[in-house]
């Protein structure tokens, strides 16, 4: 009887061509081109977002109707309804404040919903694993909608500043000076494109559109409708500084037509947005990164 023999060793297989005999994947080589991710690649995934959602053209939409709309009818209104005795001497742009006034409201909600919904959606728990960096996705945002709500009301007031200067001009208002040109348009949309980034950063922090939206609509109004109502000679004071620092006040300081003789002008308003949305920012970059999506 035979004793029976152990299986004889086999030799290994032969590695595959693409395979190295060091490693299991040490050759492998993948067909997919592996690149660096830098902050190109987070500003093309913002862009893509935000010109492919329908709350972009509504929002944008809105705020073209309602900037040139408001604007040409009170620019035809007052040129129809004013004698040049009346107009003599008078700077035609400041009539383009009560467009862009309401029209704030639009870049407002859009700022918002930029980041609010995705959170409302889910969507960011996609955007944080394809871009880990979370200061890169708040800068891509931010610079993203910035640059969209600048270039729309740029383009938007400029439009109405030059039909309501053909209007007004021949009714005896007199010619805008070049720099009240480029306070009224260039000026003017810096003011409400950091607004709406102020929106924006709200919106990451709340985490909700609508509550977003209403907390901005708040800052924008309520300080000039409570100063309406402060009539105690003991609240003069407070009063005041609320209409001086309203954000309707800041924007008709643009077009040298303040609602106070004190306050902010010139360039002030401007100043105090960026200042207010840089803390802003800091503290909504802080957050981003202590909590999780």
């Not at 093309?44 to 309602?66: H, N, Q």
């Not at 040129?79 to 704030?104: M, Q, V």
């Not at 969209?148 to 009714?171: C, D, H, I, R, W």
């Not at 494109?193 to 800052?219: D, K």
């Amino acid at each position: 009887m035979s004793t029976p023999q152990p299986p004889m060793p086999q030799a290994p297989a032969a590695a595959p061509e693409w395979q190295a005999p060091g490693g299991s994947y040490a050759g492998y080589t993948s067909p997919i081109p592996v690149v660096r991710t830098h902050l190109g690649h987070a500003l093309a995934s913002e862009w893509t977002k935000i010109r492919s959602v329908r709350s972009t053209m509504w929002t944008l939409g809105v705020f073209v109707l309602l900037v040139v709309g408001i604007g040409l009818a009170t620019g035809a209104l007052v040129s129809a309804n004013s004698s040049s005795a009346d107009l003599d001497g008078e700077n035609p742009l400041t009539l383009g404040f009560f467009g862009l006034l309401l029209g704030s409201i639009c870049i407002i909600t859009l700022g918002v919903l930029t980041t609010a919904s995705e959170y409302g959606t889910g969507m960011i728990r996609t955007t944080m694993t394809a871009c880990p960096s979370r200061a890169r996705v708040l800068a891509a945002k931010s610079i993203v909608f910035f640059t969209v709500a600048f270039v729309f009301t740029l383009v938007a007031s400029a439009f109405v500043a030059m039909v309501q200067v053909s209007m007004l001009e021949g009714a005896g208002a007199r010619t805008p000076s070049g720099s009240e040109w480029f306070k009224a348009t260039v000026g003017i949309s810096l003011y409400i494109a950091l607004l709406g980034l102020l929106s924006l950063l709200i919106g990451s922090v709340i985490r909700h559109s609508a509550g977003g939206i209403t907390i901005m609509i708040g800052v924008v109004l309520a300080p000039l409708v409570i100063a309406m109502f402060m009539v105690a000679e003991s609240m003069h004071r407070l009063r005041d500084w609320l209409f001086e620092y309203s954000i309707p006040n800041q924007l008709s300081v643009f077009y040298s037509n303040s609602l106070t003789e004190s306050g902010p002008s010139g360039w002030d308003p401007l100043w105090i947005m960026l200042g207010v949305t840089a803390a802003v920012y800091a503290g909504t970059y802080a957050l981003l990164r202590s909590r999780d999506v």
